[in-house]
């Protein structure tokens, strides 16, 4: 199936436009209704997207190829829905971002496994994040300006206050990145480098913004020497306690 055919519905909706890419799913289910309540299950479904390319404000997603698996249940009545999925995984393959013919973001996989939600109770859980073989290249102009930073979409118009809903809860027991490649360059300084093989993880991330988080990361100077920490970070204050090591810097990168 071609995804152009949902371009029409994402450009009205979220002002994102679908040039290219094709689905196919395979969808297990099993269906029943009885006193008023429904019952609707989906065992071991996946879904395959190949060729995607999205659109929104000059910037362009491009992914090769999208797996997702899971388990699924859609039940109960009008006054109480029940939506769960179960058994969540998602793998994303050569993802590249490009604005202008300039493409400072190449990521090789991205992975979520162990993926479970709730919509009624509002609780989301993940397992592991995962992230191999990204390119970034990082530029700060000579007004302070970085080029990532302003991919960002505009933003929208503040939609009108509504009651408060309950707030979610979200779990991500590991995210973890690693062979990554960063070209950071300030052009205000004349200050360019390469930070090679960088890697990062992190345990325990969730909504409990009091609750501390673990983490590690490390990488090689392409001009010389390597650099690791480790340690914790609690989100709600920013406070970080963390030992560093820095071994053989060069020091001429930033003259």
């Known amino acids: 199936v071609s995804l152009k055919e949902l371009d029409v519905y994402t450009r009205k909706r979220a002002g994102i436009e679908v040039s290219a890419g094709r689905l196919a799913a395979t969808l297990p289910y099993a269906v029943s209704y009885a006193d008023g309540k429904l019952d609707a299950n989906l065992k071991r479904a996946r879904v395959a997207v190949t060729d995607l390319a999205l659109k929104q404000s000059a910037v362009q997603l491009d992914v090769a190829s999208a797996q997702v698996h899971l388990d699924m249940q859609v039940g109960g009545g009008v006054a109480a829905p029940l939506v769960r999925v179960a058994n ?46 990204g390119q970034l290249a990082v530029v700060r102009d000579k007004e302070g300006k970085v080029n990532l930073a302003q991919w960002a979409p505009p933003a929208s118009p503040a939609p009108q206050a509504a009651a408060p809903a309950p707030a979610w809860s979200v779990d991500i027991a590991r995210i973890e990145a690693g062979g990554y490649g960063i070209g950071i360059e300030d052009q205000g300084t004349g200050i360019r480098t390469r930070v090679q093989d960088a890697s990062l993880v992190l345990d325990g991330a969730s909504s409990q913004l009091d609750k501390p988080v673990a983490f590690q990361l490390g990488g090689a100077i392409a001009d010389g020497g390597k650099f690791a920490a480790k340690g914790s970070v609690q989100p709600s204050t920013g406070t970080v306690k963390s030992d560093v090591q820095v071994q053989g810097l060069e020091l001429r990168v930033l003259q």
Request: aromatic share 0%.
């Open 88 to 133: 969540g995984s998602l793998v994303l393959e050569n993802i590249a971002a490009v604005k202008q013919g300039d493409t400072p973001v190449k990521v090789a996989q991205v992975a979520v496994e162990g993926a479970s939600l709730d919509l009624g109770a509002r609780r989301l859980s993940i397992a592991r994040v995962s992230s191999q073989g």
